[in-house]
């Protein structure tokens, strides 16, 4: 077994190769801290290459009044559009309303709409869904992406697949980006300022003793033995 303890003693030891793993790395690496992260696959093989390649500013969480969330998350999502053009594009969504919509009734919108307006009875009044658009347009100081507008179905081309009692829609911005290599990507990027990136090297336990963490990995080499101040489980939701 090697004995990484003799030698160097990282300030960070990360479990787990996901976007969460390789983001905190890259993050760390670029404030300074050494970081050692292992991935017992490949980077990226877990759910940050299974997601709906979204990434986007939280529209619905408007619906519960998470304000903070919502423009923190708006104004990352230009951050990264401009950091990465070459993986991320914006894509536009459609919202047909139909009068018959009803909206989920445990939200503390909805449970405000029913005290305000209880005739509502679960719909969504138009100003109110535009309201949010336009909440969601101008939160986040947004550059780049096109604002959200108003169709009429019954002429737009987006109306063309739906059922003829959509006759309205809004229309806005979120985006898409090719999640497995942003995970590979902020990867590259903590290695190449300073961080040692493990893959096919499965964590088998961690101990803390003192002010280390001692942890044992298995990889391709056979096992060894690793030491940090800190240690971020970052192995996944599985
Ligand atoms: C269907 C679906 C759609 C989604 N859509 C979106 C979306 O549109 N937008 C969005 O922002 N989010 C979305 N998400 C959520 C997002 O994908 C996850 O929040 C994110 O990928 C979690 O990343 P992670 O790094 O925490 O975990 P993971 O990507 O699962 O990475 C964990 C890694 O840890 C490794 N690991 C585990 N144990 C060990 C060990 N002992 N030693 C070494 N390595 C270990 C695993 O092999 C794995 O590679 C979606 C998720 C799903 C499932």
Same mark, same amino acid.
């Given at each position: ?24 790395? !890259?993050?760390? @690496?670029?404030?300074?801290? $050494?970081?050692? /992260? ?5 980077? %990226?093989? +877990? ?54 919509? !009803?909206?989920? @009734?445990?939200?503390?919108? $909805?449970?405000? /709409? ?5 005739? %509502?009875? +679960? ?116």
């Amino acid at each position: 077994m090697k004995d990484m303890a003799a030698g160097v003693v990282s300030d960070l030891f990360i479990i787990g190769g996901g976007i969460n793993g390789c983001g905190i790395a !890259r993050d760390a @690496t670029g404030r300074g801290l $050494s970081v050692t /992260l292992a991935e017992q696959g490949d980077l %990226a093989q +877990g759910t940050s290459s299974a997601s709906t390649k979204l990434f986007h500013g939280g529209l619905r969480y408007l619906e519960y009044f998470e304000f903070r969330l919502v423009r923190e998350a708006l104004e990352e999502r230009e951050t990264l559009l401009v950091a990465m053009p070459h993986i991320s594009w914006p894509m536009r969504f459609v919202l047909p309303l139909s009068p018959e919509m !009803r909206f989920e @009734t445990t939200t503390p919108t $909805s449970r405000l /709409l029913r005290w305000v307006m209880p005739w %509502a009875k +679960g719909r969504r009044p138009d100003w109110l869904i535009r309201l949010g658009l336009f909440m969601y347009d101008t939160m986040g100081g947004r550059k780049i992406l096109p604002g959200a507008r108003s169709l009429d179905l019954t002429r737009d081309p987006a109306g063309k697949p739906l059922r003829p009692k959509f006759r309205k829609a809004f229309e806005y911005s979120d985006c898409w980006v090719e999640d497995s290599r942003l995970v590979v990507l902020n990867a590259r990027d903590a290695e190449q300022r300073g961080a040692k990136i493990m893959t096919r090297t499965r964590v088998v336990s961690a101990e803390r003793q003192g002010d280390l963490w001692h942890i044992l990995t298995e990889g391709p080499d056979g096992r060894a033995q690793h030491q940090a101040r800190a240690l971020v489980n970052a192995g996944g939701p599985g």
